[in-house]
């Protein structure tokens, strides 16, 4: 049991962000935090905007990924992401300019009280682009 | 002499405007090799979103989302040229809007209301220039389309037929068959067809795998979240595949003006050494015609 391994794909609308085997799996179901391993039940949730955490045999990769779905079936680990990248794909000073632009953004729709709904997912998103890209 | 003044400067021109085709020729073959490997690399995405909607749909009962219900009176009908923003590509634009104008002419007869959303800015200018009745028109995507902008094409409409405004959305796009073909196709994108998202019948097989789903939560809110990024991943594909579609003929358009202005040129030179020729012949005979005329008095 110990070296069965699962599938794991992580798949974004412009490409594929990440392929490979994994021991386990960790992801933002929007019913909270699951961690899936070889031989879970298929499943199918969507996701938050959340780190991904695989476990492999070289230790772990975070993916940040931006919303979506999961499938888990027959080993085979799908997630399908509206934006996704792995950590060290992903430049921390861009992150980070992106985030203070971000957080402007939000105060602006406050203080309008327009489109703050989008700013805060916008604003989320940067913060945890930047919390991942500081995994490595 | 002053009309082989002409013709040479005639000539001149057409060799730079040879060169200018040339050029966007080769532009344009390059192009659409990055724009193919955009579509090659938004095809797994794709895939795999239709596997997983044939596992939830199966789940959930007919007619269950608005956007897979046919409406009972089908009314307002919209269309969605997708065109480019640039000319000089032959016939691509023409085509495609040739196609939507006879469809428009097909809803019409049955006393349908139809109204167009316009995609590139060819397409839009031609729509408004011709009368249309435009809902909205998007003229700011580049040669690389994003997710978002499907999503900007796609959200309006999937909330006005979750309304009842309208009854039936199509596409009318460029279908990128290979670098010498390009097809203009028309995909109906609302109300989506089940038989896309269903597959294969369900076989004793699938049954079994089917017992075993587990969802989180409910399958009807799953299949809730996915119909609407599905019609958004085949406005994005269309998306992709207009833009190789475009410089594909946008090439061939230039081929064959590189070739036209090379003839030109070939009879213009022709035209202009025969006239040369002719000339250095008169002139000789003139001479001679003198140096006798001389001789003899």
Redesign the interface.
Known sequence: MANRKLFCEVVSPERIVYSGEADMVVAHGIEGELGIMPQHIPIVTPLEIGELRVKNDDGQVYIAACGGYLEFRDDKLTVLADAAEVSSQIDVARAEAKRLEREKEVAEAKASGEKLLEAEISLRKALLRLRVAQRD | MSKARKVLSRIKSVQSTRQITKTMEMVAAAKIKRAQT?IE??R??AL??I??LH??SQYVGSGSHPLLEVHENIENVVIVPITSNRGLCGAFNMNILRQSEALFRKEREQGRNVSFVGVGRKGVSYLRFAGYSLLASYIEFTDNP??TD?KLVTDRLIEMYQEGTIDKVYIVFNHFKSVMEQKPTIHQLLPIRREEIEGEADNEANKI?KA??????E?E??LF??LP?YV??VV?RALMESVASEYAARRAAMKAATDNAGEMIENLTRWYNRARQAQITQEIAEIVGGANALQEA
């Not at chain 2, 075993?212 to 939560?217: G, L, Q, R, V």
């Open positions: 955009r690399s938004a797994p995405y795999k979103m596997d997983v596992n939830v994003t997710f499907a795998l075993k789903y587990e969802f989180e939560p399958a809110l799953v979240e996915l990024r958004e991943t994005l």
